[in-house]
């Protein structure tokens, strides 16, 4: 279905992956994994066919489906449900279908009369080829399944949320697939709730076709893989294994044993033997015996397999908070609209100095929007947001809006830096963007390229130079490997200002330590209470 070979990928001068040979066959479900920055996204907009490996050839014999981390749409003004069946041509067909019938009500002559009849006739021939009613029952099921309501699939995708918009693809693309294709899913589970999460295992696990995906999520991995492919950014290699997610823990874990164990020996050996030859090497009629030894000495460290290097980790940190008054940020009367539909209203909220707040409620009940008007890149219909005694807000947006895909890591930095007034050198953030494992050149990619979780380090560093004192902090860890994730949770909790946070993630708002939470669309606000967690893996 999917044949890659000799491939060779890379991020300008740096090598991802040299020599790789993959296949993709029908009842392949294969887990992509690695470190962020391993190559994971770029290997498979290799394998989508959106970008070209540096060495090597893939050739894709059959239907495949693609969901990138960030999708793009040309045509905001589609409504979501049309966007949806747009994977069939189903959108084009119930559209013309549609104008058909409107122009049969009111034409009066016969001949023209006929000549629709016809044209109506074989769009409905057409309709039914595709699965007609059955099909856009279909898509419906899917789109209930994925959390999306009838009223949202009614919208304008310009109308929706980031996570909505994410939600309509995913929609998409498994309403297209026919089961018998390929399945390429780039962290699949962003933006779900729960019960979403738990329908999607299901059907990937049912897939008869391909599938590669990449995801952070080990209960998707362990429910749905029966193969896994370890990229390693220490050897440039990729590990294919024919086991299930839980057996390629055991064996990696067992292989990096036995590599130990290997190594401790041939030192300990390799060590006797120089001991040895240093002896010998003192008696000029031993010298070449004592050469002998070392070179053998030597052979037994090489002939070994490399140990796991251990992978660096980000050294996440959050700005130090510049001075402010006791309440650096307040927003009354907000409220918001688009067109007809009402996201929510009466938001009051006042953030003081170093308070922790959480919001919450579910898909589409404007969460980010919110974050957006109080960060000042959405104006609100009614209301105001007041900014106090030295207010310096960081914002941190889900799908990396505050980030400039044109320019370079170091040119976001200095863009950066500029916006927030701090006067620092090139060095200095170079320095900066090294902590957050952007070292050497990477520090002139283009932002364009970068996978998500590299994305989302670029855009926690340049908060780093914002001295920030109110963060509003929309799905910090998506996109991030439990390590990465672990450093994100670590900083939020060792920062001093305010937070104001939106995320599904349970394991950060146990970080924020949240004193308040605002509940939408509603926007009543009320003191934080364990009971409220499970209202956020439903966020």
């Not at 009369?113 to 039914?128: C, G, H, N, P």
């Not at 950014?233 to 590990?239: A, K, Y």
């Not at 590599?259 to 010298?287: I, S, V, Y």
């Not at 910090?476 to 001093?496: E, G, M």
């Amino acid at each position: 279905m999917i044949t890659a070979t000799g491939l060779e990928l890379r991020a300008g001068s740096r090598i991802l992956l040299s020599g790789a040979d993959l296949r993709v066959q029908a009842g392949d479900r294969i887990g992509l994994v690695g470190r962020n920055g391993a190559g994971k996204t770029t290997t498979m907009n290799v394998l989508a066919g959106l970008s070209q490996p540096y060495i090597g050839a893939v050739e894709n014999n059959g239907p495949f489906g693609y969901l990138p981390q960030d999708p793009r749409f040309a045509d905001l003004s589609q409504t979501a449900s049309n966007r949806v069946l747009s994977a069939r041509g189903l959108d084009r067909l119930l559209s013309d279908m549609a104008k058909a019938e409107a122009e049969l009500a009111e034409v009066a002559d016969d001949a023209k009369r006929d000549k629709l009849v016809r044209r109506y006739s074989r769009l409905e021939e057409q309709f039914a080829a595709r699965g007609g009613y059955a099909a856009e029952s279909e898509a419906a099921r899917i789109c209930s399944n994925l959390g999306l309501e009838d009223r949202v699939l009614a919208q304008t995708l310009e109308t929706l949320s980031g996570g909505q918009r994410r939600r309509v693809e995913l929609a998409r693309i498994l309403f297209a697939d026919d089961g018998d294709g390929v399945l390429l899913l780039d962290e699949p589970t962003n933006h779900l709730d729960a019960d979403s999460v738990a329908w999607l295992r299901g059907f990937l696990a049912g897939h008869k076709g391909g599938l590669v995906l990449i995801t952070h999520d080990v209960e998707l991995l362990d429910e749905v893989v029966n193969k896994v492919w370890f990229l390693d950014p220490t050897r440039s290699e990729i590990d294919l294994y024919n086991l299930g997610w839980t057996a390629y823990q055991r064996q990696r874990a067992e292989d990096a044993e036995r590599r130990r164990r290997e190594r401790a020996n041939a030192e300990k050996k390799a060590a006797a033997l120089t001991r040895q030859a240093e002896k010998l090497g003192a008696k000029a009629t031993k010298a070449k015996a004592a050469k002998n030894m070392l070179r053998r000495a030597e052979t037994m460290i090489d002939d070994l397999e490399e140990d796991l290097l251990e992978e660096k980790v980000a050294d996440v940190r959050l700005p130090d908070p510049a001075k402010c008054g006791k309440v650096p940020l307040t927003a009354s009367g907000l409220s918001k609209s688009y067109g007809s539909l009402e996201v929510f209203s009466g938001v009051d909220l006042a953030i003081d100095r170093g308070s922790r707040v959480v919001i919450l409620g579910l898909n589409g009940a404007g969460k980010t929007t919110l974050l957006r008007i109080l960060a000042g890149s959405l104006e609100p219909d009614t209301g105001s947001v007041e900014p106090g005694h030295g207010l310096r807000i960081g914002y941190f947006a889900q799908e990396h809006d505050t980030l400039d895909h044109t320019g370079s890591v170091l040119e976001q930095m200095q863009s950066a830096a500029s916006d927030s007034g701090a006067d620092l050198t090139e060095t200095e953030l170079r320095k900066i963007l090294g902590a957050f494992l952007f070292s050497g050149e990477d520090a002139f990619k283009p932002v364009g390229v970068l996978s998500g979780g590299e994305k989302t380090r670029l855009a926690l560093a340049s908060l780093v130079c914002s001295g920030a004192n109110v963060l509003l902090l929309d799905e910090p860890t998506n996109n991030l490997d439990p390590a990465s994730r672990q450093q994100v949770l670590d900083a939020v909790d060792r920062f001093t200002g305010a937070i104001v946070m939106v995320t599904h993630d349970p394991g950060a708002v146990e970080a924020l330590r949240p004193e308040r939470a605002i509940l939408l669309p509603d926007g009543d606000e009320d003191l934080w209470s364990d009971d409220l967690m499970e209202l956020v893996e439903l966020a």
